[in-house]
């Protein structure tokens, strides 16, 4: 485990750019880059050393590339006082970054066919994960979808990286109208996909999730659930997540996560703690038993 | 010079005075990714019950000015898994283990108490008195000294006479150098203060409360001064008392300015979510502070912002 540690670096801003809707800011950061696994996110400190904002702000890893012995690119829309200071951030500033954080997407053993799904800059990791699945000879196939067609990222990438690359927007502006579940089922029949990736917004990982159950086919979905410190301790980011054991835990995104497999995770009570949740009001210990070792979160 | 920073917080002796705030440090094993924790004078563990528990719904966080509010409830994986677990790991690492517990009411502190006393290790036992008081609609012990009185006394009763019990106070109160008093009367060795300041924030775009269920604990930076106010006071009124100072500590200047206030020690909190080797920065930098300053014992500075002006502080 100690290999895959996140590290906490001071990394250089090597550029800032516009990508769609998007901004995208690649730093110089040799540790995380080679620690690396695609579904892998950094947590962000932002506002500087004396910020007034205390928690840091989670993007997933877009890209790595090995230029000045290693770089990591993250992708964000702003849409508070933390992202627009981001994206005010200039080349040769300096980022506080903790990286690389969280469980990886796993990858499997033999070259199946895999079926990749975005919503809006939640497809950014899946670009990692399809160079990483190509390398193992699976077939990619990319659904990404989006509000309108400024909001569908990396569109030109995805038709090159993948089989085929299928865009939906909700006003039809750009593919097929409606939301990426409406063109999924068609993908998956087609290229005879065995296992689903999916990273985006809550109820598109439950639709993905319902979807994937009906065609019989494993799924990963990456949660986007908010986070605070992004490295365990906040227990901020909790998700009702069901164990290999039945049981249900308040599960942290951060390291329990991001990745699930998307029938662990209990869609319908995010948000609320389930009843039968290990420790949930009213839950009980059943002490007559030698029951292993349990725990929350 | 390299100062010593040793201190002395009645029966507990810390190799230096910061550690990190009970809730803001995980098991331990998340921040030791990031330093070694033995470097640090204590691990203050999340505070630990005796059942499992799930905590509050999300969010339970909200960043507000300096600061953030919280409603996590005590998530947590109770005693049994904390003394197989959690307990021997931080040992195993060194690190002085100093636990925080909370129970829905006196009988259950003192349960854990005497858990606790049963392990070998614990440093010193933190009584979190802000956990909902179940005979009493769920008020918190913290806001009623007879109530506190009582969870302290369970615990001091239970616990090994060789560790220290210190009661960790909640600044909402209307007279809090009294609940102290009254603290140190039914048991407490010492002081840990202060728990959270009750805040809260409204989400515009939803139109609800930022954090689930409406309130929450404030801490940060923001209530570094509430913090600060509140050490002095005791200090003042009871100068014997050790206090464990935290609220807002995120540079050694703040955990300096703790100590001045009459802390013994002090503890890092919700910066560590910022930096998660916030402790070792905020000792190097308290080290930093007393040598600019010709200091040698960082013992000598506990209080002296209370001495009258021009006295010596070195020694």
Redesign the interface.
Same mark, same amino acid.
């Given at each position: 485990m100690n290999d895959f540690r996140p590290v906490q670096m001071s990394s250089p801003v090597l550029t800032v750019r516009q990508v769609d809707a998007y901004h995208a800011i690649t730093v110089v950061a040799p540790g995380i880059a080679e620690r690396f696994r695609s579904g892998q996110f950094i947590a962000v400190a932002v506002g500087g050393e004396q910020s007034s904002m205390l928690l840091r702000r989670a993007f997933a890893i877009h890209d790595v590339k090995p230029d000045y012995g290693g770089t990591v690119e993250f992708l964000f829309a702003v849409r508070g006082r933390g992202t627009a200071w981001l994206a005010e951030r200039r080349s040769r500033d300096l980022l506080d970054i903790i990286g690389p954080l969280g469980k990886p997407f796993p990858l499997p053993r033999d070259p199946v066919n895999c079926v990749l799904v975005g919503g809006g800059y939640g497809s950014a990791p899946l670009f990692p994960l399809a160079h990483a699945l190509r390398r193992r000879g699976c077939r990619v196939d990319l659904v990404l979808g989006a509000a309108s067609a400024g909001q569908v990222f990396g569109a030109i990438t995805a038709r090159r990286v993948a089989e085929t690359a299928t865009f939906t927007t909700d006003d039809g502006s750009f593919g097929v109208r409606g939301r990426v579940t409406d063109a999924l089922g068609q993908v998956i029949e087609d290229a005879r996909s065995d296992v689903v990736y999916a990273c985006g917004p809550m109820p598109m990982l439950r639709e993905v999730t319902a979807l994937a159950a009906r065609h019989d086919i494993p799924v990963q979905v990456s949660v986007e659930e908010t986070m605070a410190c992004g490295t365990g301790v906040c227990m901020s980011c909790v998700v009702p997540v069901v164990g290999g054991d039945g049981i249900t835990r308040m599960a942290r995104s951060c390291v329990d996560g991001p990745v699930f497999r998307g029938e662990r995770v209990r869609f319908d009570d995010v948000g609320t703690i389930p009843f039968d949740a290990l420790g949930a009001p009213g839950w009980k210990a059943r002490g007559d038993e030698e029951s292993p070792v349990r725990e929350a979160g | 010079m390299i100062p010593d920073l040793r201190v002395r917080l009645g029966e507990l002796e810390l190799v230096n005075p910061v550690m990190t705030a009970a &809730?803001?440090? &995980?098991s331990g094993r998340?921040?030791a990714?990031?330093f070694d924790i033995a470097r640090i004078g204590a691990v203050v563990t999340k505070s630990v019950m005796l059942?499992?528990?799930?905590?509050?719904?999300?969010?339970?966080?909200a960043?507000t000015?300096? &600061?953030?509010l919280?409603a996590?409830g005590l998530?947590?994986? &109770?005693i049994?898994?904390f003394l197989?677990?959690d307990l021997p790991w931080l040992l195993s690492r060194g690190a002085r283990a100093a636990v925080s517990v909370a129970g829905g009411g006196p009988g259950e502190y003192a349960e854990l108490a005497r858990r606790l006393s049963e392990a070998p290790g614990v440093a010193m036992i933190e009584v979190n008195l802000s956990s909902p008081d179940l005979a009493r609609r769920g008020r918190h012990f913290a806001h009623d000294p007879e109530a506190a009185a009582r969870v302290v006394r369970a615990v001091r009763a239970e616990a090994r006479p060789d560790i220290p019990v210190f009661a960790k106070l909640s600044p909402d109160v209307p007279d809090l150098v009294g609940l102290a008093r009254v603290c140190v009367e039914a048991g407490a060795d010492g002081l840990a203060m202060i728990n959270t300041v009750r805040g809260m924030a409204i989400d515009v775009d939803t139109m609800r409360p930022a954090v689930?269920g409406g309130p929450g604990g404030l801490s940060?930076?923001a209530i570094r001064p509430i913090a600060l106010a509140c050490v002095y006071e005791v200090h003042a009124a009871l100068p014997e008392v050790p206090v464990i100072g935290m609220g807002g500590v995120r540079t050694g200047a703040d955990a300096l300015e703790f100590l001045l206030a009459g802390a013994g020690a002090v503890a890092v909190g919700?910066?560590?979510?910022?930096?998660?080797?916030a402790c070792v920065r905020v000792l190097r930098e308290l080290e930093q502070a007393l040598v600019e300053r010709g200091v040698e014992r960082v013992a000598s500075l506990v209080g002296a912002a209370h001495r009258a002006p021009g006295a010596a502080v070195r020694g």
């Open positions: - | &809730g803001c440090a &995980g998340e921040l990714q990031f059942e499992p528990r799930a905590g509050r719904p999300a969010p339970r966080i960043e000015p300096s &600061g953030m919280s996590v998530q947590g994986p &109770g049994e898994v197989q677990r689930a940060g930076p919700t910066a560590i979510f910022h930096d998660p080797s």
